[in-house]
């Protein structure tokens, strides 16, 4: 069965320090693999996005993510979070092929702390 | 060039009622997903369409749930006789194409709507 757990709620971190946030799947062929971020009434931005080559990816407004087969993991970095980083944030997985039929994680919700 | 609109942002429907949500997407994109958001949860596939075909509709309610993607004007999720447990946010996203896949062509999502059942 397909699923993304994304095993923390909430996450608060402050003004400047590193952020992780973790995401593990289970998917039956090749995944691709996103992370999205949702500010409050807003729909979802597209931060990154994996499918194959060099397991460290980058996206926008800083933040970075790590694929690891062995583990099943894909887990978003940010090396110093701002205060306009708190959000909610999803990790995806969807087919290479096909259309996008992408299964979703719960979310972690970002708060920052002055 | 203007982003995945929804409207209504937010939608207040007594039980029984019936809720149209609608979605432009956005320009020169042919193919249309609708997802589903519950409190406290993750987004949900419901639907995917493109101009005047239903592709997959595997991950919506087999009763009072409808969708179509005429071939002019906007995309229109429809729910007869909304219940409490309809509440949610309902996003619509589009993509140019399927060719290549997820990577090739991502998903652009709008705003949402927020429906609410009294």
């Known amino acids: 069965a397909q699923s993304v757990t994304q095993p923390d709620i909430h996450i608060t971190v402050s003004e400047g320090a590193s952020l992780e946030l973790r995401c593990n799947y289970s998917?039956?062929?090749?995944?691709?693999l996103f992370w999205y971020v949702q500010s409050p009434g807003q729909g979802l931005q597209l931060l990154l996005k994996y499918f194959s080559g060099d397991t460290l990816v980058q996206g926008i407004k800083g933040f970075e993510a790590e694929f690891k087969r062995s583990q099943s993991s894909f887990n978003l970095r940010k090396p110093s979070v701002h205060w306009s980083d708190a959000a909610e944030y999803f990790c995806?997985?969807?087919?290479?092929?096909?259309?996008?039929?992408?299964?979703f994680g719960t979310g972690t919700r970002l708060l920052v702390s002055p | 060039n203007a982003g995945v609109m929804q409207n209504p942002r937010h939608l207040v429907r007594r039980r029984g009622q019936e809720a149209r949500l609608r979605c432009s997407p956005m320009?020169?994109?042919?193919?249309v997903y609708w997802y589903r958001q519950l409190p406290e949860e993750g987004l949900k596939f419901m639907v995917y369409?493109?101009?005047?075909?239903?592709?997959?509709e595997s991950g919506m309610p087999k009763e009072r749930f409808s969708a179509e993607f005429p071939k002019e004007g906007p995309s229109i999720l429809r729910i007869q006789q909304v219940v409490r447990g309809d509440s949610a946010a309902y996003f619509c996203a589009s993509s140019p194409d399927s060719t290549g896949g997820s990577y090739n062509s991502p998903l652009h999502f709008g705003n949402g709507t927020r429906l609410t059942v009294t």
């Open positions: 369409l493109q101009k005047e075909n239903i592709i997959d």
């Open positions: 320009k020169g994109h042919s193919h």
């Open positions: 998917y039956g062929a090749t995944p691709y």
């Open positions: 995806a997985v969807g087919p290479w092929a096909g259309f996008q039929k992408l299964v």
